[in-house]
T-cell receptor, first 115, second 115 residues
Framework: NAGVTQTPKFQVLKTGQSMTLQCAQD?????MYWYRQDPGMGLRLIYY???????DKGEVPNGYNVSRLNKREFSLRLESAAPSQTSVYFC??????????????FGDGTRLSIL | AQTVTQSQPEMSVQEAETVTLSCTYD???????LFWYKQPPSRQMILVIR??????QNATENRFSVNFQKAAKSFSLKISDSQLGDTAMYFC????????????FGKGTSLLVTP
């Protein structure tokens, strides 16, 4: 029962490097999300995908791009990493059902450090 | 935009005692969901409890219960019979119906349960 799987778990980058954070869910969820967590800030929404083929900006989208590759996978790309993007990144997913909306299920997070 | 405020950055409680964590939110929406998530040192985001705004009855999950005051826009979490394993960061989160069902988080309350 994998749930939401994020890779990698840790990564160190140099300023200006690029990388893609991967996220996959096996719960047949329609909606997927990327959040970042900074000390004392709680989690903030970067981008989300309400359904396959759609993506929308969240509260802090600058410096990021996303791809909803298929229903299972939602990747987050940093094109030119900056020290301000040092953070813990969480992927989450959910789906609607006849009783409302399910709570979001979270991956274990990716700790990203940019030097 | 909805804002979620957790006014207690840190709290401490003795084992077996009861503690209440506060959360207020600001919204003009009528249909929404509220959640409490727990984040232990392992960094996992674990759902503690959820509340649908249209339900007047307060949600309960074993030792965890909420006091939902819709008119006051207040959503506090009560933990009864506190256990050492309850030590964690607790995040209050708001979800508006529609608009991708993204979560707006408060900044969190760090709860320490002492023997």
């Amino acid at each position: 029962n994998a749930g939401v799987t994020q890779t990698p778990k840790f990564q160190v980058l140099k300023t200006g490097q690029s990388m893609t954070l991967q996220c996959a869910q096996d719960m047949n969820h329609n909606s997927m999300y990327w959040y970042r967590q900074d000390p004392g800030m709680g989690l903030r929404l970067i981008y989300y995908s309400a359904s396959e083929g759609t993506t929308d900006k969240g509260e802090v989208p600058n410096g990021y791009n996303v791809s909803r590759l298929n229903k299972r996978e939602f990747s987050l790309r940093l094109e030119s990493a900056a020290p301000s993007q040092t953070s813990v990144y969480f992927c989450a997913s959910t789906k609607e059902w006849t009783g409302g909306i399910q709570p979001q299920h979270f991956g274990d997070g990716t700790r990203l450090s940019i030097l | 935009a909805q804002t979620v405020t957790q006014s207690q950055p840190e709290m401490s409680v003795q084992e077996a005692e009861t503690v209440t964590l506060s959360c207020t939110y600001d919204t003009s929406e009528n249909n929404y969901y509220l959640f409490w998530y727990k984040q232990p040192p392992s960094r996992q985001m674990i759902l503690v409890i959820r509340q649908e705004a249209y339900k007047q009855q307060n949600a309960t999950e074993n030792r965890f219960s909420v006091n939902f005051q819709k008119a006051a826009k207040s959503f506090s979490l009560k933990i009864s019979d506190s256990q050492l394993g309850d030590t964690a960061m607790y995040f209050c989160a708001f979800m508006k119906q529609g608009s991708g069902y993204a979560l707006n988080f408060g900044k969190g309350t760090s709860l320490l349960v002492t023997p």
